[in-house]
Every structure is written in structure tokens, then in C-alpha cells.
């Protein structure tokens, strides 16, 4: 069982910057794949950036490409805690932000097992 902790939302204006925060109870995401998605009020849940890791080639990070060249993926040393720092932020941003962690490695709600609670990200115009 894993569990997952996300922070760092909040209420911002528009080109503003967030970094969200997922953290795993007491345990390495490590043999994990671990995924940020969002939900906008009356929309499903998408996928916005993946992170895994292996030994032999370290971090690979994949984006939604909505968000590329906004939104950077990273995690901490031991992959702990994996972070989304949210640059130059839009109204259509909005939306709970979600940690997920599975054994495969997509961009779809099925391919995760284990989720956080969501954190509100609230962008102003």
C-alpha cells in the first residue's frame, strides 16, 4: 500500500508560479511510476507529467503537451517526495492536482493504482 500526500496548492493570479508536492508515506516512489494528473470542475481527469526511475538511466520525465515548457517534473534524491513546479499560470489551470503511483508507466487513470487526495490550484485572471 502506498500513500500519497500532495501540498502546494493554493490561490494565485495569472503568471504566477506553483510548486506542488507529493509525498509517499515513509516509503521510496522509486519502484514506481508516478504521475501528476489535474481535474477541472466538470471535466475528467487528465494526465499532465509522469517521472520513473531506474538504475541504470536515472529520472525519465514525460509531459502532457499542454503543459510542456511550463510545468517541470522532479523528485528528491531518495524519490521520497516528487515535486510539479508550475510556471506562468493561466486561468484554465485550475483544477485539483493529483499524485498517482502504479506499475505501469501511461497517461491514463487505469494505468495508476495508488492516489493522493488532490491539492486545489485556483488561478486568477
Known amino acids: 500500500q502506498v500513500q500519497l500526500l500532495e501540498s502546494g496548492g493554493g490561490l494565485v493570479q495569472a503568471g504566477g508560479s506553483l510548486r506542488l508536492s507529493c509525498a509517499a508515506s515513509?516509503?521510496?516512489?522509486?519502484?514506481?511510476?508516478v504521475g501528476w494528473f489535474r481535474q477541472a470542475p466538470g471535466k475528467e481527469r487528465e494526465f499532465v507529467a509522469v517521472?520513473?526511475?531506474?538504475?541504470?538511466?536515472?529520472?525519465?520525465?514525460d509531459y502532457a503537451d499542454s503543459v510542456k515548457g511550463r510545468f517541470t517534473m522532479s523528485r528528491d534524491t531518495a524519490m521520497y517526495t516528487v515535486y510539479l513546479q508550475i510556471n506562468s499560470l493561466k486561468p484554465e489551470d485550475t483544477a485539483v492536482y493529483y499524485c498517482?503511483?502504479?506499475?505501469?508507466?501511461?497517461?491514463?487513470?487505469?494505468?495508476?493504482?495508488?492516489w493522493g487526495q488532490g491539492t486545489q490550484v485556483t488561478v486568477s485572471s
Open positions: 517521472i520513473t526511475w531506474s538504475r541504470w538511466s536515472g529520472s525519465s520525465i
Open positions: 498517482a503511483a502504479g506499475g505501469l508507466v501511461g497517461r491514463m487513470v487505469k494505468d495508476y493504482d495508488y
Open positions: 515513509g516509503r521510496s516512489l522509486r519502484p514506481y511510476a
